[in-house]
């Protein structure tokens, strides 16, 4: 199970941090994904943290956003920094399905969605 927390309102240029706490597999060997939808939209992957370490992120939020692993936590979490406007939307942690250690970063690769966490950034 997944369940993603930490969203909230937020104005432009300001941060959040968003945490997925994960149950009943060991994040060694499973990638975790974060990825997010905004109304009338098709969700988008955000940021992935495949098994081995390799990370993986949209080129929309390179450099800004940073995925982060705690094992001993069973979390995932997702800093994000100079947030903007378009950040807008509900975000979700889903795991990996298989054990590839290159699993890519794409929707269709990934299962057992959280519920989703809303971020609003304000201009």
């Known amino acids: 199970q997944l369940q993603a927390s930490g969203g909230g309102v937020v104005q432009a240029g300001g941060s959040l941090r968003l945490s997925c706490a994960t149950s009943?597999?060991?994040?060694?060997?499973?990638?975790i994904g974060w990825f997010r939808q905004a109304p009338g939209k098709e969700r988008e992957a955000v940021s992935c943290?495949?098994?081995?370490?390799?990370?993986i992120y949209a080129d929309s939020v390179k450099d800004r956003f940073t995925i982060s692993r705690d094992n001993a936590e069973n979390t995932v979490d997702l800093q994000m920094n100079s947030l903007k406007p378009d950040d807008t939307s509900t975000y979700y942690c889903?795991?990996?399905?298989?054990?590839?250690?290159?699993?890519?970063?794409?929707?269709?690769?990934?299962?057992?969605w959280g519920q989703g966490t809303l971020v609003t950034v304000s201009s």
């Open positions: 889903a795991h990996g399905r298989g054990s590839s250690y290159y699993l890519s970063c794409t929707a269709s690769n990934f299962g057992s």
């Open positions: 009943g597999f060991s994040l060694d060997y499973n990638t």
């Open positions: 943290f495949r098994r081995g370490g390799g990370t």
